[in-house]
């Protein structure tokens, strides 16, 4: 079993859709969650992140997490083509660890 | 505040032949990271550097593959000799203060 998986795509939605994207992980110890976006061509820059349990929401987007289930899940309000990339989630122990990246789920949002 | 960079941003050379790759990170930023990046897949750690000293290098393929900080600023990866698999794009990061990575564009290796 992986340490990180997710569901590669790529996912297909309309403009305007509500996206779910998810994430599962199988170290117990992991306390961060972060959601990293990668463009075609681009390297991956931090979306948003959460600590332990919980919900986290900025603007359209939430990031939640279930630590019992050990499953991680990024929502996007609203889509836009703007929003089409790939989406990584990466937990880790604490800030000092280096992270571990899931696969990575390829999202495109059409007009 | 300038970002991660990296050169260069393509190569291509031919199977057994060696290719060196820089970055230069956010300025104050102590922690460097090499990943390596295979088309479809994530990022994969290679070697985390703290200042000039290294962190990590388990996944590093140290028969072909070294990295250096000297200075603890900018970094070095070099590939010698290159194989076929190693083409990919190899990421720079560099840590802030609160643990996020912040990432240069990646220097895109092909070995024919």
């Known amino acids: 079993q992986k340490e990180v998986e997710q569901d590669p795509g790529p996912l297909s939605v309309p403009e305007g859709a509500i996206v779910s994207l998810n994430c599962t992980y199988s170290n117990s110890a992991f306390q961060y969650f972060m959601w990293y976006r990668q463009y075609s061509r681009k390297g991956p820059e931090l979306l948003m992140y959460?600590?332990?349990?919980g919900n986290k929401e900025d603007g359209r987007f939430t990031a939640q997490v279930d630590k019992s289930s050990k499953y991680i899940s990024l929502f996007i309000r609203d889509s836009q083509p703007s929003d089409s990339a790939t989406y990584l989630c990466a937990p880790h122990m604490n800030a000092g660890n280096m992270l571990t990246f899931g696969g990575g789920t390829r999202l495109m949002v059409k007009p | 505040e300038a970002g991660v960079a990296q050169s260069p941003r393509y190569k291509i050379i031919e199977k057994r032949q060696s290719v060196a790759f820089w970055c230069n990170p956010i300025s104050g930023h102590a922690t460097l990271y090499w990943y390596q990046q295979i088309l479809g897949q994530g990022p994969k750690l290679l070697i985390q550097?703290?200042?000039?000293?290294?962190?990590?290098d388990s996944q590093l393929p140290k028969d072909r593959f070294s990295a250096e900080r000297l200075k603890g600023v900018d970094s070095t990866l070099k590939i010698q000799p290159a194989k076929l698999e190693d083409s990919a794009v190899y990421l720079c990061a560099s840590r802030g203060g609160a643990g996020e990575l912040f990432f240069g564009e990646g220097s895109r290796l092909t070995v024919l």
């Open positions: 550097f703290q200042n000039n000293g290294v962190v990590d």
């Open positions: 959460t600590y332990s349990s």
